[in-house]
Antibody, heavy 120, light 109 residues
Framework: EVQLVESGGGLVQPGGSLRLSCAASGFTFSSYWMHWVRQAPGKGLVWVSRINGAGNSVTYADSVKGRFTISRDNAKNTLYLQMNSLRAEDTAVYYC?????????????WGQGTLVTVSS | DIQMTQSPSTLSASVGDRVTITCRASQSISNWLAWYQQKPGKAPKLLIYKASSLESGVPSRFSGSGSGTEFTLTISSLQPDDFATYYCQQYNYNSLSITFGQGTRLEIK
Protein backbone atom coordinates (compact mmCIF):
# COMPACT_ATOMS: atom_id res chain seq x y z
CA GLU A 1 0.00 0.00 0.00
CA VAL A 2 1.29 3.43 -0.95
CA GLN A 3 1.46 5.52 2.22
CA LEU A 4 2.76 8.87 3.42
CA VAL A 5 3.00 9.70 7.12
CA GLU A 6 3.94 13.18 8.31
CA SER A 7 5.38 14.10 11.69
CA GLY A 8 7.10 16.99 13.42
CA GLY A 9 4.31 19.51 13.76
CA GLY A 10 3.64 21.41 16.94
CA LEU A 11 3.49 24.78 18.64
CA VAL A 12 6.34 27.20 17.94
CA GLN A 13 6.87 30.86 18.71
CA PRO A 14 7.07 33.47 15.96
CA GLY A 15 10.59 33.56 14.58
CA GLY A 16 11.18 29.96 15.57
CA SER A 17 12.01 26.86 13.54
CA LEU A 18 10.51 23.45 12.98
CA ARG A 19 11.35 20.48 10.78
CA LEU A 20 8.61 18.35 9.31
CA SER A 21 9.16 14.81 8.10
CA CYS A 22 7.17 12.63 5.73
CA ALA A 23 7.88 8.89 5.72
CA ALA A 24 7.00 7.16 2.48
CA SER A 25 6.31 3.49 1.87
CA GLY A 26 4.86 1.21 -0.75
CA PHE A 27 6.51 2.78 -3.79
CA THR A 28 9.93 3.61 -5.23
CA PHE A 29 10.38 6.91 -3.40
CA SER A 30 13.37 8.11 -5.40
CA SER A 31 11.40 7.97 -8.66
CA TYR A 32 8.89 10.66 -7.73
CA TRP A 33 8.68 14.39 -7.27
CA MET A 34 7.38 15.12 -3.79
CA HIS A 35 5.46 18.16 -2.63
CA TRP A 36 4.33 20.01 0.48
CA VAL A 37 0.88 21.59 0.51
CA ARG A 38 -0.57 23.50 3.45
CA GLN A 39 -4.03 24.43 4.66
CA ALA A 40 -4.62 27.19 7.19
CA PRO A 41 -7.47 26.55 9.62
CA GLY A 42 -10.79 26.81 7.78
CA LYS A 43 -9.08 27.82 4.56
CA GLY A 44 -8.17 26.26 1.24
CA LEU A 45 -5.17 24.35 -0.05
CA VAL A 46 -1.95 26.14 -0.93
CA TRP A 47 1.04 24.58 -2.65
CA VAL A 48 4.29 25.22 -0.76
CA SER A 49 7.25 23.43 -2.32
CA ARG A 50 8.44 20.52 -4.46
CA ILE A 51 11.59 18.48 -4.95
CA ASN A 52 12.59 16.08 -7.69
CA GLY A 53 13.48 12.45 -7.17
CA ALA A 54 17.21 13.04 -7.05
CA GLY A 55 16.85 15.94 -4.66
CA ASN A 56 18.70 18.43 -6.87
CA SER A 57 15.80 20.48 -8.17
CA VAL A 58 13.55 22.41 -5.80
CA THR A 59 10.90 25.10 -6.11
CA TYR A 60 9.10 27.20 -3.51
CA ALA A 61 6.03 29.37 -3.29
CA ASP A 62 6.93 33.04 -2.97
CA SER A 63 5.39 33.14 0.50
CA VAL A 64 8.01 30.74 1.92
CA LYS A 65 11.01 31.37 -0.32
CA GLY A 66 14.14 32.06 1.71
CA ARG A 67 12.59 30.72 4.92
CA PHE A 68 11.68 27.09 4.12
CA THR A 69 13.94 24.37 2.75
CA ILE A 70 12.69 21.14 1.22
CA SER A 71 14.96 18.10 1.13
CA ARG A 72 14.80 14.33 0.96
CA ASP A 73 16.76 11.26 2.04
CA ASN A 74 16.07 8.54 -0.50
CA ALA A 75 17.93 5.95 1.58
CA LYS A 76 15.42 6.57 4.37
CA ASN A 77 12.41 7.14 2.06
CA THR A 78 11.78 10.40 3.87
CA LEU A 79 10.88 13.92 2.77
CA TYR A 80 11.62 16.95 4.93
CA LEU A 81 10.56 20.55 5.27
CA GLN A 82 12.80 22.79 7.35
CA MET A 83 10.84 25.86 8.36
CA ASN A 84 12.71 28.88 9.74
CA SER A 85 11.63 32.41 10.70
CA LEU A 86 8.10 31.17 11.23
CA ARG A 87 5.23 33.63 11.18
CA ALA A 88 1.67 33.48 12.46
CA GLU A 89 0.48 33.15 8.87
CA ASP A 90 2.42 29.89 8.52
CA THR A 91 -0.05 28.26 10.93
CA ALA A 92 -1.59 25.40 8.98
CA VAL A 93 -1.88 21.69 8.50
CA TYR A 94 1.03 20.65 6.31
CA TYR A 95 0.50 17.75 3.93
CA CYS A 96 3.12 15.90 1.96
CA UNK A 97 1.93 14.54 -1.36
CA UNK A 98 3.38 12.50 -4.17
CA UNK A 99 3.44 14.08 -7.59
CA UNK A 100 2.10 11.54 -10.01
CA UNK A 101 3.81 12.68 -13.21
CA UNK A 102 6.70 15.13 -13.32
CA UNK A 103 7.09 18.51 -11.67
CA UNK A 104 3.76 20.05 -12.61
CA UNK A 105 1.24 17.38 -11.81
CA UNK A 106 -1.64 16.16 -9.74
CA UNK A 107 -1.14 14.63 -6.30
CA UNK A 108 -1.79 11.11 -5.12
CA UNK A 109 -1.63 10.06 -2.40
CA TRP A 110 -1.52 12.63 0.39
CA GLY A 111 -0.35 12.11 3.93
CA GLN A 112 -2.70 12.66 6.86
CA GLY A 113 -1.16 16.04 7.63
CA THR A 114 0.66 17.54 10.60
CA LEU A 115 -0.45 20.73 12.33
CA VAL A 116 1.96 23.61 12.77
CA THR A 117 0.85 26.40 15.08
CA VAL A 118 2.90 29.59 15.25
CA SER A 119 1.92 31.59 18.29
CA SER A 120 3.42 33.25 21.34
CA ASP B 1 0.37 33.15 -11.61
CA ILE B 2 -2.68 31.30 -12.85
CA GLN B 3 -5.74 31.95 -10.67
CA MET B 4 -8.44 29.32 -10.23
CA THR B 5 -11.98 30.39 -9.35
CA GLN B 6 -14.56 27.85 -8.22
CA SER B 7 -18.29 28.38 -8.12
CA PRO B 8 -20.36 28.16 -6.16
CA SER B 9 -18.52 28.49 -2.85
CA THR B 10 -21.29 26.57 -1.11
CA LEU B 11 -23.84 24.24 -2.64
CA SER B 12 -26.87 22.79 -0.85
CA ALA B 13 -28.28 19.61 -2.33
CA SER B 14 -30.17 16.45 -1.47
CA VAL B 15 -29.32 12.78 -1.80
CA GLY B 16 -30.05 11.72 -5.37
CA ASP B 17 -29.53 15.19 -6.87
CA ARG B 18 -27.25 15.85 -9.82
CA VAL B 19 -24.77 18.60 -8.98
CA THR B 20 -22.17 20.50 -10.95
CA ILE B 21 -19.22 22.51 -9.66
CA THR B 22 -17.39 24.89 -11.98
CA CYS B 23 -13.73 25.88 -11.98
CA ARG B 24 -12.41 28.68 -14.17
CA ALA B 25 -8.74 29.38 -14.89
CA SER B 26 -7.37 32.88 -15.48
CA GLN B 27 -5.60 31.60 -18.60
CA SER B 28 -5.69 28.45 -20.67
CA ILE B 29 -4.39 25.36 -18.93
CA SER B 30 -5.31 22.85 -21.65
CA ASN B 31 -6.60 19.84 -19.72
CA TRP B 32 -4.12 20.09 -16.86
CA LEU B 33 -6.72 20.04 -14.11
CA ALA B 34 -7.45 17.78 -11.17
CA TRP B 35 -10.35 17.54 -8.70
CA TYR B 36 -10.11 16.49 -5.06
CA GLN B 37 -12.60 15.67 -2.34
CA GLN B 38 -11.82 16.61 1.25
CA LYS B 39 -13.75 15.66 4.34
CA PRO B 40 -13.30 17.46 7.69
CA GLY B 41 -10.05 16.53 9.39
CA LYS B 42 -8.92 14.38 6.47
CA ALA B 43 -6.46 14.74 3.63
CA PRO B 44 -7.69 15.53 0.14
CA LYS B 45 -8.51 12.55 -2.06
CA LEU B 46 -7.90 12.56 -5.81
CA LEU B 47 -11.05 12.11 -7.88
CA ILE B 48 -10.26 13.31 -11.41
CA TYR B 49 -7.03 14.11 -13.27
CA LYS B 50 -6.35 15.47 -16.74
CA ALA B 51 -9.75 17.17 -16.49
CA SER B 52 -11.79 14.05 -17.24
CA SER B 53 -9.86 10.91 -16.23
CA LEU B 54 -11.46 9.10 -13.31
CA GLU B 55 -9.01 7.95 -10.66
CA SER B 56 -9.06 4.22 -10.01
CA GLY B 57 -11.54 3.27 -7.30
CA VAL B 58 -13.58 6.46 -7.56
CA PRO B 59 -17.29 5.83 -8.18
CA SER B 60 -18.49 6.39 -11.72
CA ARG B 61 -21.09 8.93 -10.55
CA PHE B 62 -18.19 11.40 -10.51
CA SER B 63 -17.19 12.88 -13.84
CA GLY B 64 -15.10 15.79 -15.06
CA SER B 65 -15.13 17.78 -18.26
CA GLY B 66 -13.71 20.89 -19.85
CA SER B 67 -10.55 22.26 -21.35
CA GLY B 68 -8.85 25.61 -21.74
CA THR B 69 -10.26 27.83 -19.02
CA GLU B 70 -13.56 26.27 -17.97
CA PHE B 71 -14.02 22.97 -16.21
CA THR B 72 -16.79 21.14 -14.40
CA LEU B 73 -17.09 18.38 -11.84
CA THR B 74 -20.41 16.58 -11.94
CA ILE B 75 -21.85 14.13 -9.44
CA SER B 76 -24.68 12.35 -11.20
CA SER B 77 -26.62 11.16 -8.14
CA LEU B 78 -25.49 12.43 -4.75
CA GLN B 79 -24.82 9.86 -2.08
CA PRO B 80 -24.56 10.58 1.67
CA ASP B 81 -20.79 10.00 1.51
CA ASP B 82 -20.37 12.78 -1.09
CA PHE B 83 -21.06 15.69 1.25
CA ALA B 84 -17.61 17.26 1.52
CA THR B 85 -15.50 20.10 0.15
CA TYR B 86 -14.24 19.88 -3.40
CA TYR B 87 -11.13 21.57 -4.81
CA CYS B 88 -9.87 21.98 -8.33
CA GLN B 89 -6.14 22.24 -8.97
CA GLN B 90 -4.28 23.38 -12.06
CA TYR B 91 -0.84 22.07 -12.92
CA ASN B 92 0.87 23.93 -15.71
CA TYR B 93 3.34 21.77 -17.57
CA ASN B 94 5.05 24.81 -19.10
CA SER B 95 5.45 27.15 -16.14
CA LEU B 96 5.24 24.32 -13.59
CA SER B 97 2.93 26.49 -11.51
CA ILE B 98 0.45 24.76 -9.23
CA THR B 99 -2.62 26.46 -7.77
CA PHE B 100 -5.88 25.36 -6.19
CA GLY B 101 -9.35 26.79 -6.37
CA GLN B 102 -10.79 28.16 -3.16
CA GLY B 103 -13.04 25.15 -2.67
CA THR B 104 -16.74 24.33 -2.90
CA ARG B 105 -18.50 23.08 0.19
CA LEU B 106 -21.26 20.62 -0.70
CA GLU B 107 -23.78 20.44 2.13
CA ILE B 108 -26.99 18.59 2.78
CA LYS B 109 -30.13 20.58 2.04
Amino acid sequence: EVQLVESGGGLVQPGGSLRLSCAASGFTFSSYWMHWVRQAPGKGLVWVSRINGAGNSVTYADSVKGRFTISRDNAKNTLYLQMNSLRAEDTAVYYCARGVVGAGTWFDPWGQGTLVTVSS
Amino acid sequence: DIQMTQSPSTLSASVGDRVTITCRASQSISNWLAWYQQKPGKAPKLLIYKASSLESGVPSRFSGSGSGTEFTLTISSLQPDDFATYYCQQYNYNSLSITFGQGTRLEIK
